[in-house]
């Protein structure tokens, strides 16, 4: 599966839930006695997770690096996410978050998932192509969505998913109970944190789309094409960086997360 550092999990899921849970309701947490975080990574889930629900709530994670930052939140257990160390029905609801997505075989998660749970699988979900960027750098929402449609065509898994885990959750024996939609908005604007910050330099320096230089040239894009893009994304930067001087940089990307929730 791909994999990602706690600093990337920490930015991208930062606020996550802060506005409103509401698109968690039929996961029914204040009534679960014992909930599984899969692919819990730093554990942004598994603390909304132990703060909604009375029950006991366990993270699990393959990577020990991202269990040590949940473990702040609930006990954590190193696991695969196909080959989870539960007995049949340990837990009464079992979730993930942005895990299927990055699996080559979802169903296969989906399946293990239901085995550990006596009642109700959920899988957050995002729908990466769907993704909206606006700005004030008027070049830079089309440079965002180019690139990142130029990345998804070179990854391997399923990382558009989003509302379509109902089908997975269908191949993988469960009744689909409800499907809500979250959308994650992630805002920068004045004053600007080191991390906004780090994120202008890396787009002048182009060092973001040359961590995913070779995602992007797995797929249909040609060198040259890459080295144009990332040209602009460095011109893009330099403005960015110019409206932080100026104080009047805001940009808004807002990730549309699907909450899919099936039952046993």
């Not at 009464?92 to 989906?110: G, S, T």
């Not at 998932?113 to 957050?124: C, E, G, H, I, K």
Request: charged share 30%; glycine share 8%.
């Amino acid at each position: 599966m791909r994999q990602f550092s706690a600093d990337y999990l920490e930015t991208t899921r930062e606020g996550m839930w802060g506005d409103s849970r509401e698109a968690l309701a039929d996961l029914d947490l204040d009534s679960r006695e014992r909930v599984l975080d899969v692919g819990c990574g730093t554990g942004e889930l598994t603390r909304v997770l132990a703060e909604e629900s009375g029950g006991e709530v366990v993270g699990a994670d393959v990577d020990p690096e991202l269990l040590s930052v949940a473990a702040e939140f609930a006990p954590v257990v190193r696991a695969a996410a196909t080959r989870l160390p539960f007995a049949a029905d340990a837990f009464d609801l079992v979730v993930c978050q942005a895990l299927l997505i990055n699996l080559p075989d979802p169903v296969e998660a989906v399946r293990e998932f239901a085995r550990a749970s006596s009642d109700l699988v959920a899988a957050v979900e995002p729908d990466n192509g769907a993704v909206t960027v606006d700005s004030t750098v008027d070049a830079e929402p089309p440079l965002a969505r180019r690139a990142r449609e130029r990345f998804l065509d070179g990854v391997a898994t399923e990382v558009t998913m989003g509302s379509r885990a109902r089908e997975v959750f269908e191949d993988a024996g469960l009744d689909v109970v409800s499907t809500r939609r979250y959308d994650h908005e992630r805002v920068v604007s004045p004053p600007y944190s080191e991390a906004a910050v780090e994120a202008a330099r890396r787009k002048v320096t182009g060092e973001g789309l040359a961590d995913d230089r070779e995602t992007i040239l797995s797929g249909e894009t040609t060198a040259g094409e890459y080295d144009e893009l990332r040209s602009a994304w460095r011109a893009m930067g330099r403005d960015v960086v110019s409206q932080m001087g100026a104080g009047s940089y805001v940009r808004k990307e807002t990730v549309p997360f699907f909450v899919t929730v099936g039952r046993v």
